[in-house]
């Protein structure tokens, strides 16, 4: 499996990113949702799996009223491998609440059960992704962004192959706005003001971001946009360096109730825009393992985090212990709903919304160039 990346070989650039996309063009670059093998494009069997009869949803309902799907605690049931693999996962935070079925998995054992040793390493997505593409890691949780489609385009084989949450409906994590005297969340015009984002034009939230914007008499030409640190974001936003921002859990409490701010949108309530990134090493080199890895993980979701997991103030405990965060600092905001899923149309959705802001390279890929539901499938035993 992945062979640990020297600190040279993390560090690598969102230009030299450009570099090992042509290097590995003539990778396979196939996909569908039929599930793979070690030989691309063979179908693996599907069984049905006790507990899972409700571990599917239709990929088209995006209805915010849609609950996720769900199997019953415990399942799906562990099936070992036939030898200790090792999994490198890399993540760009090791403390945000949507990684917490990947830590609290680790936690309480659920990989092992699967004979899987996963190992975690704190990378930032740029600096991952051409190791995913390589085989240095394994899995990546990160979420399918401008640079995942223009690898993908250009011969990278990863697929977006698990979601990861969608918002409880009291969330208010999303676009904030400094208000100016006189002015109401209804009259807001976004035009020619200055927003704060984490990673800029090229971050999934330039979709939910787009709706907010046309919202608001404005688009994403006719803003200012400036890339913050995660600790910089509220800080500009409250001392006027930015006039509208995207705040995250919990950071969007510090401002919620103050009548000099305003809440005008978030992501959609029933579509995951992030999750689990495969790398050709689980996509065709050992499937087996991207199975178990997702059996686990999905396993966990459905034993922890199936409603208000929040409610339980001893699984809170050992939550922001596996988080390094407060347990105050996570009841603070609602419980995300961990939802495994990808929806129909996400990454087209995502694709119009990279082209208005002109971060994709020629015309997006196709979603079934960039999504493979079938590891989850077969892990909760659903035949399309």
């Excluded at 004979?115 to 890691?137: C, H, N, Q, R, Y």
């Excluded at 109730?257 to 305003?262: E, K, R, S």
Aim: with cysteine.
């Amino acid at each position: 499996m992945a062979r640990t990346p020297s600190l040279a070989r993390a560090l690598i650039t969102g230009v030299t990113l450009l570099g090992v996309l042509g290097s590995l063009a003539a990778c396979d670059a196939q996909t569908s949702d039929s599930a793979r093998s070690g030989t691309p494009g063979e179908p693996r069997p599907i069984t049905p799996v006790a507990g899972c009869a409700k571990g599917w949803t239709d990929p088209s309902d995006t209805s915010a009223t849609r609950k996720p799907a769900r199997c019953v605690p415990g399942a799906p049931a562990p099936k070992p491998l036939k030898k200790k693999t090792k999994i490198v996962v890399s993540a760009s935070t090791l403390t945000a609440e949507y990684l917490a079925p990947l830590r609290i998995g680790m936690a309480k054992g659920e990989f092992s059960k699967e004979k899987l040793d996963v190992e975690v390493k704190l990378l930032p997505t740029p600096d991952a992704l051409p190791l995913l593409a390589k085989g240095d890691i394994d899995v990546q949780y990160a979420a399918p962004e401008a640079a995942v489609l223009n690898g993908v385009r250009q011969g990278f084989d990863i697929r977006w192959v698990a979601g990861n949450f969608t918002p409880a409906p009291g969330s208010k994590s999303g676009f904030w706005a400094r208000l100016r005297p006189g002015e109401t969340a209804d009259e807001v015009s976004l035009k020619d003001r200055s927003v704060g984002t984490l990673i800029g034009k090229g971050s999934v939230i330039m979709y939910p971001m787009e709706k907010v914007l046309s919202a608001h008499r404005a688009d994403v030409d006719s803003v200012r946009f400036q890339q913050l640190g995660p600790a910089e974001v509220l800080t500009s936003l409250k001392n006027g360096g930015v006039d509208a921002a995207w705040l995250l859990d919990p950071v969007w409490r510090q401002v919620d109730g103050d009548a000099g701010y305003a809440f005008l949108g978030g992501q959609p309530r029933g579509e995951p825009l992030g999750g689990l990134l495969f790398g050709p090493d689980l996509l065709t080199g050992d499937p087996d393992a991207g199975v178990a890895f997702l059996r686990a993980y999905i396993r966990t979701v459905n034993t922890y985090f199936a409603g208000d997991y929040k409610k339980d103030k001893a699984f809170l405990r050992e939550l922001g212990e596996a988080l390094k965060t407060e347990p105050d600092t996570l009841a603070a905001v609602p419980s995300l709903r961990m939802d495994w899923e990808i929806r129909a149309g996400t990454v087209d959705r995502l694709g119009k919304a990279y082209e208005a802001a002109g971060v994709i390279e020629g015309d997006p890929p196709a979603e079934n160039q960039v999504v493979d539901r079938s590891f989850y499938t077969e892990a909760v035993g659903h035949k399309p």
